[in-house]
């Protein structure tokens, strides 16, 4: 159940008596503060051993561009870049083998999250984990790589806070700027699906648990 609030910046938000603050951005994106917080240590545990298998590397655009965020995957699929462009692929290129497999854990935390947002049957094939430092940054983008633009997008935040730009269907349209910090899972769909994002240089800080890092797990359907 939920019960609504009265808030002086979001009237939107609403109190969610399991996890906490629901927070809707615009029509098909909604902020569920905190959700993946009781889910925490389960969840750095098996990103742990992802990373042990595959880990981060800076990827190069299709420009050749060096990333300034290091990216591995999970799941049936992985995004990836290189100069000949941007693909999903079934196996990490630069081992050869299979992406590691979806925890038990992530598939549970997404598609709870993404029926919360009233996206009942999401089952994600692939999990791009995102890790940033100090000064890492994303540039405005939008993800449409994804074979089935109808299912959503949950992104997960873990580690030092970042702004996200929240922006529209044209790279000019002026983006709304969110502040994302340990826990937070957002969920992005319907119209919200194909709006511009992406995230600020981030700035230096400490997490008890992820020192200076932020990690961000999005959690897509690819084929
Ligand atoms: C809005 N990652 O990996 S997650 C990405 O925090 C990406 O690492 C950012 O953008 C990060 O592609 C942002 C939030 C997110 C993810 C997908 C979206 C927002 C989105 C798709 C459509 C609209
Ligand atoms: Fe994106």
């Not at 880990?55 to 799941?75: K, L, Q």
């Not at 630069?94 to 009942?120: C, I």
């Not at 970042?162 to 922006?167: E, H, P, T, W, Y």
Request: glycine content about 8%; aromatic content about 10%.
């Amino acid at each position: 159940m939920t019960m609504t609030m009265t808030m002086s910046l979001f009237d939107t938000a609403e109190y969610d008596q399991d996890h906490g603050w629901r927070q809707e951005l615009c029509d098909g994106a909604v902020v569920l503060r905190r959700f993946a917080l009781p889910d925490e240590t389960a969840i750095l545990a098996a990103l742990h051993d992802i990373v042990a298998r595959t880990p981060f590397r800076h990827m190069v655009t299709p420009g050749g561009f060096r990333m300034s965020v290091a990216m591995t995957n999970c799941g049936s699929y992985g995004w990836v870049t290189d100069t000949t462009g941007y693909r999903y692929d079934s196996r990490d290129p630069q081992s050869g083998n299979p992406w590691p497999g979806m925890p038990a854990a992530f598939l549970e935390l997404a598609h709870t999250a993404a029926a919360r947002a009233g996206f009942s049957d999401f089952v994600p094939d692939a999990c791009l984990i995102n890790r940033y430092t100090p000064g890492a940054r994303l540039s405005l983008h939008q993800d449409k790589n994804e074979q089935d633009l109808s299912a959503p997008i949950v992104s997960v935040s873990l580690g030092i806070p970042a702004c996200f730009l929240f922006g529209g269907y044209q790279r000019e349209d002026k983006p709304l700027r969110v502040r994302l910090t340990h826990g937070d899972v957002v969920v992005w769909g319907g119209p919200a699906r194909l709006r511009y994002h992406g995230i600020m240089p981030l700035k230096d800080g400490h997490h008890p648990l992820l020192d200076g890092h932020r990690i961000n797990l999005t959690f897509r359907k690819a084929a």
